[in-house]
């Protein structure tokens, strides 16, 4: 017997979803199907993360009988064994994954599952359409304006496929005119079928849809007054299902689906989290201030539609009054709680939303107000269909031709009206080398720096998800959970005892996520707990490399580190509780702390050169700013913008707990006298009027032994530690003999051009590479007598000790973030500084021509090891862990800034001389002249530039000394042994030490 489908059904249904599917696949198959591990949505952006996390976690559980855990988390690691399922939502959208499992990936299984779903929400209305007008074209047009309705775009923008099913929306408004039109209990289940279905999928289209329902009801029941009775009397099956629905929702998630007490989420109720522009009014901002990856992107409504909409009205087509009110009211709460650009007054004018989310019972399920859109667009659409029925009527010979033309005017409306939206953006998940390693090895992992509350934060979720591991940090804003690092990392012990934690909860992995990397450093030892820790710093994670070891594997995204056996990496040893109290009496000023204000700074600037009239503007301005902070401390943060100027005392922000002596004289007598919190004082400097806000203040301290008992013990290990390596004979004698001989000093032309190439494949990604920069290189003939080389840089231990023997300036607070390992090189030393070290230790700063001798010798090497390019195992240079913009993303060389001299053996020179390629750059002896170019502050040869400028136009010269090596800053190309540079005497900076040299009598006196 043969199955044979109607034609009337096949028409009605199958030809017309074949139509929509078809679409939907133009729309997002041609921009990722079979492109890889590119998908549709922002990967920046929680939507595609959570899709991913949810997704993958919902179909793990199913393959492993956890049927009734469906929301069960494998890839979060509880030590403390909380319950985070209300973090980890279910959805009902999430089983539709289930027969998309053979598809093999994520990326195969969510393209296939958006292509089913905007065809079901264009059919879904199609058939809503179908049934107000009775006509093709209608409804078709109603379909294809929902299916391509900017919300959905938006949504697809953001990677939110859940929130991109819509068509539980027309199923149940149809369900609704079908029931008031002939009151029934059939319509009425299906319409409290659809509506409890909307609820797991996404509970907050249910609650708007719930309005639409009431709306319509009320409307009809007033229109047929007298059968009132039979509407309530065959409405009762409508609540079965959302009964059902409500009570599994409280059955999986703790405390319910939605916030409990009676508080109005701040995000909800206060926040602009969109709002309607009067200028645009088909352009509403529904995530304006809102996280900057989002920030302005448009949500629409079609114009096209409108108009349809219009004539429907117009024409008092049955249902277009009640679907216009319903459209207009929705439209409404979707455009925000305020107008938005409508002047001083209209500006805050509180539109429907506000009024709804704050004084409404149960207002708080609401959820953001754009997500009454699809409720407008539905209602839109269905006017739409209602408007171009007759015209349907009109001309059925050429209803195909219509239905053409109307898409494609649909489509350019989109692409004209909506550029940032369509077509979605698409993204590659493609997998580093990290990730693939991981999930070859698997195990649990921590991410650091962990910063919860920033886009970074979402990568670590990303991340744990493709490696297929476990991950132990906390799931953003749990009550409970894996505690972040014990910052601010004040000592070598507090990251051991870290380490330790972390082995015993059972943590494998401390997987560093260089992009989001913060290097800037609080300053408060041993300071009572504050309310935000502060981020981890680059000498925490100098620490975390010393102590963990080479990395395990490394690409640009990620670094992975093996978390070490505690008994490898404990340095108390031998170190017991009455050393400890010896080292507190011994230093009784480091355990002690004077008074402290927490400031918070804004200024005015005003121009050293402006007039009267200026400076009279800018101290209103600042006392204007003054009143207002007096009244609203609240909006410290609101006003606060980036640092705009290099002098770090003239900046806008919080400047943390100060002590006497931070700020200029004339600033701090003025700070210090504020005593309430929330007193303003503003200080008129040369530079302009700054504003100073108190916030906090803490009284003068004396700690007890139990109280910096781990500070104690770490300095008394670091006492101990310097003891032993003051007496190693490598302090002072760690040097390498270098025989004289006759070279050519310099580069060739054919060299000259070997650098400029190699330079524009790194630096040419900033800007284009200029030859003449490496003209000053140019070669000629010398001879050098023979030598001792320090066979390392000069350390920070080396030169503390220099320091305490002379009374010689210390070196600048700042650069303690480098000197957390004794036997990194000193950095922040000036040519005089390395001139005095050299001259104490009775040795010398080499000449350029030594050092350049010594890292080619006669062979004329090309780096200081040999020929071959750096590869991050020989030197240490700006490679894929950093974010300079000629970084080498190929390469990872282990450390972000400084490391310990001699961690690079392979880039050691025949001689056995370390670090001579990268690490820091190093003082010469010789001096030289420069031109700095006040175009752009490139510094030229002073007599390069005479063969270009007149020397009537050239000011004078100016002394320099010669800089060689490259450093951790610099691009591989400047590892080259003949790569010269010069910098005024005086300059300080993080990636410029030195290293010394001493004159011998004979070849043999040092081998």
């Not at 991981?438 to 195990?443: E, F, I, Q, V, W």
């Not at 070490?564 to 404990?570: F, N, T």
Request: hydrophobic share 45%; with cysteine.
């Amino acid at each position: 017997m043969k199955v044979r489908l109607p034609t009337h059904w096949l028409r009605a249904h199958l030809l017309p979803f074949g139509f929509f599917l078809c679409l939907a696949t133009a729309l997002c198959g041609a921009i990722f199907w079979g492109s890889g591990d590119r998908v549709l949505g922002n990967a920046e952006h929680p939507g595609i993360q959570g899709e991913m996390f949810h997704q993958r976690d919902f179909v793990d559980n199913i393959l492993a009988g956890r049927w009734l855990q469906p929301s069960y988390s494998n890839r979060i690691a509880y030590p403390h064994g909380e319950d985070l399922r209300s973090y980890c939502g279910i959805s009902l959208h999430l089983y539709g994954y289930l027969p998309l499992i053979p598809l093999g990936s994520f990326e195969a299984a969510h393209g296939a599952f958006l292509i089913i779903t905007l065809a079901l929400n264009g059919f879904c209305a199609y058939l809503l359409g179908r049934y107000l007008s009775r006509s093709l074209l209608g409804a078709l047009l109603c379909g294809c304006l929902f299916l391509l309705s900017p919300y959905a775009l938006l949504k697809l923008d953001m990677g939110f496929l859940q929130k991109t099913i819509l068509w539980w929306i027309p199923l149940f408004v149809l369900s609704l005119f079908r029931y008031l039109d002939r009151p029934n209990r059939r319509d009425a289940l299906k319409a409290g079928l659809f509506w409890a279905l909307m609820l797991l999928t996404y509970a907050q289209y249910a609650w708007y849809s719930a309005w639409v329902g009431v709306i319509l009801a009320i409307l009809s029941t007033l229109k047929h007054v007298r059968e009132w009775r039979l509407v309530i009397r065959t409405a009762w099956p409508a609540a079965i299902p959302p009964i059902i629905a409500i009570f599994l929702l409280y059955a999986n998630l703790p405390g319910g689906p939605a916030p409990s007490g009676d508080e109005i989420p701040w995000a909800i109720a206060e926040a602009p989290r969109g709002a309607f522009d009067l200028l645009q009014p088909f352009r509403f901002l529904p995530y304006r201030d809102f996280v900057p990856m989002v920030q302005g992107l448009p949500l629409g409504i079609s114009i096209i539609g409108c108009l349809a909409a219009i004539v429907a009205i117009v024409r008092r087509e049955r249902h277009a009054w009640v679907l216009a009110g319903t459209a207009l009211l929705f439209l409404l709460i979707s455009a925000g709680p305020f107008l938005h650009t409508g002047g001083r007054i209209l500006s805050h004018f509180p539109l429907p939303y506000h009024f709804l989310a704050t004084q409404l019972p149960g207002g708080f399920r609401l959820g953001f107000p754009i997500r009454a859109m699809p409720m407008a667009e539905i209602c839109i659409a269905a006017l739409a269909a209602l408007g171009v029925s007759r015209l349907s009527l009109a001309c059925r010979k050429r209803s195909l031709m219509l239905i053409t033309l109307l898409l494609g005017v649909v489509l350019a409306e989109h692409c004209i009206l909506w550029p940032e939206l369509f077509p979605p953006r698409v993204t590659s998940s493609e997998d580093g080398a990290a990730i693939h390693w991981l999930k070859d090895h698997g195990g649990v992992a921590i991410h650091l720096p962990y910063v919860p509350d920033s886009p970074s934060g979402r990568s670590y979720l990303h991340a744990s998800v493709r490696s297929n591991t476990r991950m132990m940090n906390r799931y953003f804003e749990a009550p409970t959970g894996f505690p972040a690092p014990p910052l601010p990392l004040t000592s070598r012990r507090d990251i051991v005892c870290y380490l330790k934690r972390l082995h015993a909860a059972g943590c494998d992995y401390i997987i560093v996520h260089p992009n989001a990397l913060m290097l800037d450093r609080l300053e408060a030892p041993l300071e009572d707990e504050i309310a935000e820790p502060p981020p981890i710093t680059l000498a925490d994670m100098n620490i975390f490399r010393e102590l963990c070891g080479a990395p395990a594997i490394a690409d640009e995204e990620m670094i992975v580190y093996r978390v070490p056996q505690p008994s490898a990496i404990d340095p108390t040893a031998g170190v017991n509780e009455d050393q400890a109290r010896a080292f507190f009496s011994a230093h009784p000023e480091l355990f002690q702390r004077e008074e402290q204000l927490r400031i918070h700074h804004f200024l005015v600037p005003v121009h050293a050169d402006a007039g009267e009239d200026v400076r009279r503007a800018a101290a209103i301005e600042a006392d204007a700013l003054r009143l207002r902070l007096e009244r609203n401390n609240n909006e410290t943060f609101q006003l606060t913008g980036a640092p705009s100027m290099d002098n770090e005392y003239a900046r806008w922000g919080d400047l943390g707990y100060l002590s006497r002596g931070t700020l200029p004289t004339d600033v701090e007598a003025s700070v210090f006298r504020m005593r309430e919190v929330g007193e303003v004082r503003i200080v008129d400097r040369p530079e302009g009027f700054h504003i100073f806000l108190l916030m906090g203040v803490r009284p003068a301290k004396n700690y007890t032994f139990e109280e910096a008992r781990i500070a104690a013990e770490d300095g008394a290990w670091k006492a101990a530690n310097d003891a032993v390596q003051r007496s190693s004979p490598h302090s002072h004698n760690d040097m390498v003999y270098i025989a004289g001989g006759s070279f050519l000093f310099g580069s060739t032309e054919e060299e000259i051009d070997r650098t400029a190439e190699m330079a524009s494949r790194f630096v040419g990604k900033l800007k284009p590479v200029d030859r003449r920069w490496f003209e000053d290189e140019r070669g000629y003939s010398t001879t050098v007598q023979p030598f001792l080389m320090d066979r390392h840089e000069v350390t920070f231990s080396q030169y503390q000790r220099f320091v305490s023997a002379t009374g010689h300036p210390a070196l600048p607070a700042w650069t303690e973030i480098f000197s957390t390992n004794g036997h990194n090189p000193v950095v922040g030393v000036d040519w005089h500084d390395a001139t005095a070290y050299a001259t104490w230790a009775g040795k010398r700063l080499p000449t350029e021509e030594e050092w350049e001798w010594a890292a080619r010798g006669s062979a004329r090497r090309w780096f200081p090891w040999g020929n071959v390019e750096p590869d991050g195992s020989r030197g240490n240079y700006a490679d894929a862990t950093t974010d300079f913009p000629w970084r080498d993303v190929r390469h990872n060389d282990g450390w972000f800034a400084v490391a310990p001299v001699g961690s690079y053996p392979a880039g050691a020179t025949p001689e056995g001389l370390l670090d001579m390629g990268g690490n820091v750059g190093e003082w010469t002896k010789t001096r030289c002249e420069g031109y700095i170019a006040p175009e752009d502050g490139h510094i030229w040869d002073y007599a390069q530039m005479k063969e270009q400028i007149p020397e009537a136009d050239l000011p004078p010269p100016i002394t320099m000394y010669a800089v060689r090596g490259g450093s951790w800053q610099t691009a591989a190309d400047d590892l080259h042994g003949a790569d010269a540079r010069m910098l005024l005497p005086e300059i300080r900076n993080d990636a410029q030490g030195f290293r010394c040299v001493r004159d011998i009598a004979e070849e043999g006196a040092v081998q």
